[in-house]
């Protein structure tokens, strides 16, 4: 993370205080259903961001912007899966220890090499794991169930069973088979696939750009000394993070003081990127100077104030072709407005075939009381018992506490017409994609 650029000044204008009063009134207004947030979200990514090619090596985490088809037999001829002798199945169908078949072995083939034999009946040609099964042989026998007797004579005490242990040619792949749609996140399974059909360069999306911009009087940077009545930047390193895990690119654009005209320059110098994150001062507070601010910067706004807990103060809007988010400063608003909100937007963008994170449903393990009206997200430690899914939910849920959210591993979705949560309830959970 480069270091952070620090716009000084401190909020100090009546305007701005006295024009929030007079809107007041306009803030009470119906507040936006999280579907219909979302909906407008991903209604705004009208096309994904362009493509690169990457070398193979260079692409985990990518999304795929094209449809990968093998032009290959995998495997490319029939192996040996197995260290042992080729065989011709019916020679051994019969051979038990106690009454053990005898071949003759008339070549050896390592992995790398072909025989250029051709087995014919009682005969067998020593094999290892991976080398191309000699013409005429259709089984293996392992070492382990054979005794060489002078290196020529081969004693095979075991039948062909249900495994020949010989994996055909084109056994897993054919050519013509697609082996990865595009939008399709490249994992290393997924590296793996490709590199078995020797592909070597990849169609992907090109990372979304971000800049993630704390607002704050009171915020200094980890590294600085907090002076009276300051506390550390979180935001800007846990939004940073989330960007980066979500696969965009962001950049640190520091910490902006409540001042419209600071914030303003901040918010011009990053209006060539794919998505501006802001936290903090989206509110009505006498210093939250990001609604107005963005109005001054001519972005349009999509909404402002989405039926959600956390994170009700939520803005997005649009200037040209950047998507701008004003996140709510509390540290676990802001995360969480992230995980629901920004998320699928960064998915889309990239070329995703499906937006945000994945849900499953779980059984609830304890109780708790809650208070109706908005949806909620809690914060939630989802386990596995008895190949049941279970969650707990995280016992301290007020948003100001933050660092239960690094023990979470699953946001629990709440309806808002929900009074209590009783042990056994089934509810919604989002995966917390913690491990990236
Ligand atoms: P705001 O949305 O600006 O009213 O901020 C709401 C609460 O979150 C206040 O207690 C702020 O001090 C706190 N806050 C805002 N931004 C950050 C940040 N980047 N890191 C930590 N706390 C923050
Ligand atoms: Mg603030």
Redesign the pocket.
């Known amino acids: 993370m480069t270091q952070p650029i620090i716009h000084e000044s401190l909020a100090e204008n009546n305007d701005v205080v006295l024009e929030k009063r007079k809107n007041l009134p306009e803030f009470d207004r119906k507040l936006l259903e999280y579907e219909d947030a979302l909906a407008l979200c991903l209604n705004a990514v009208q096309d994904p961001v362009g493509t690169e090619e990457l070398t193979l090596e260079n692409s985990l985490g990518r999304v795929l912007r094209e449809d990968m088809i093998s032009q290959v037999f995998v495997p490319p001829e029939s192996r040996s899966m197995m260290d042992g002798y080729a065989v011709i199945r019916d020679d051994v169908k019969c051979a038990t220890d106690d009454h053990p078949v005898t071949l003759t072995q008339i070549d050896n083939v390592p992995a790398g090499h072909v025989s250029m034999k051709r087995l014919g009946p009682g005969e067998t040609i020593r094999i290892m794991t991976g080398a191309v099964m000699p013409q005429g042989a259709n089984a293996v026998i392992r070492l382990e169930c054979s005794r060489c007797l002078d290196g020529r004579q081969v004693i095979i005490m075991e039948p062909v069973g249900e495994n020949p242990y010989v994996l055909l040619k084109g056994q897993d792949l054919v050519p013509g088979i697609v082996t990865a749609k595009s939008g399709t996140l490249i994992t290393p399974a997924v590296m793996g696939v490709l590199a078995s059909c020797g592909v070597s360069r990849v169609k992907v999306s090109r990372r979304p750009t971000m800049a993630v911009i ?3 009087n ?2 200094v940077d980890p590294g600085q000394i907090p002076g009276a009545g300051q ?6 390193y846990s939004l940073y993070g989330l960007s980066m895990a979500a696969g965009a690119k962001p950049v640190y654009g520091g ?1 902006v003081r409540d001042k419209s005209d600071d914030l303003l320059h901040v918010l011009c110098s990053h209006m060539d990127k794919d998505i501006i994150l802001l ?5 009505v ?1 006498d210093y ?1 100077i990001v609604h107005e601010t963005l109005v001054r910067a001519g972005v349009e706004e999509i909404f402002w104030r989405v039926k959600v807990k956390p994170g009700k ?1 939520l803005f997005f809007g649009r200037k040209g072709k950047t998507l701008i988010f004003g996140l ?4 676990v608003s ?1 995360m969480v407005n992230f995980y629901v909100f920004v998320r699928p937007v960064i998915d889309k963008l990239s070329g995703k075939q499906t937006y945000g994170l994945d849900t499953s449903k779980a059984r609830i393990i304890n109780n708790r009381i809650i208070q109706p009206g908005r949806r909620k997200f809690y914060r939630g430690r989802l386990s596995s018992r008895n190949s049941r899914l279970e969650v707990e939910i995280i016992p301290e849920q007020r948003s ?1 506490v933050f660092s239960p959210m690094a023990t979470a591993n699953v946001l629990i979705e709440i309806p808002g017409h929900i009074k209590v949560l009783k042990t056994g309830d089934m509810v919604r959970v989002h995966h917390l994609d913690c491990s990236r």
């Open positions: 704390a607002t704050g009171e915020l506390i550390y930047n979180i935001n800007g910490i936290s903090g001062g989206v509110s507070g939250d103060p709510p400063g509390n540290p802001s100001g």
